[in-house]
């Protein structure tokens, strides 16, 4: 069984940055893992946002491409999201997804964007 813990939400305004991370229990880290995030906007379903994979290939969804970085450090057992140029539109609960595509989530951190 494994355990998602995500920090690092809050609010800001529009064209500051977040860093969120994700603090994984009851697996180690392999080195074949990957590790995902996911968000849920308002009214919306889930949707992807960044992966990357056990060689380190990234991932993004099209709106937060050249904004978002994900990154992962497997000795730690933890991932994080960096979110540059926050926009309105970004404001969503984030959940870390590990191992990627699994049906492991964490409870998400909310990150709410003001305009």
């Known amino acids: 069984q494994v355990h998602l813990v995500e920090s690092g939400g809050g609010l800001v305004q529009a064209g500051e940055s977040l860093t969120l991370s994700c603090a994984a229990s009851g697996r180690t880290f392999k080195w074949f893992d990957g590790t995902g995030w996911f968000r849920q906007r308002p009214g919306k379903e889930r949707e992807f946002v960044a992966s990357?994979?056990?060689?380190?290939?990234?991932r993004y969804a099209e709106a937060v491409e050249g904004r978002f970085t994900i990154s992962r450090d497997n000795n730690k057992n933890t991932g994080s999201l960096q979110m540059n140029f926050l926009r309105p539109d970004d404001t969503a609960v984030y959940y870390c997804?590990?191992?990627?595509?699994?049906?492991?989530y964490g409870q998400g951190t909310q990150v709410t964007v003001s305009s």
């Open positions: 990357i994979n056990w060689n380190g290939t990234t």
């Open positions: 997804n590990f191992p990627y595509t699994s049906q492991y």
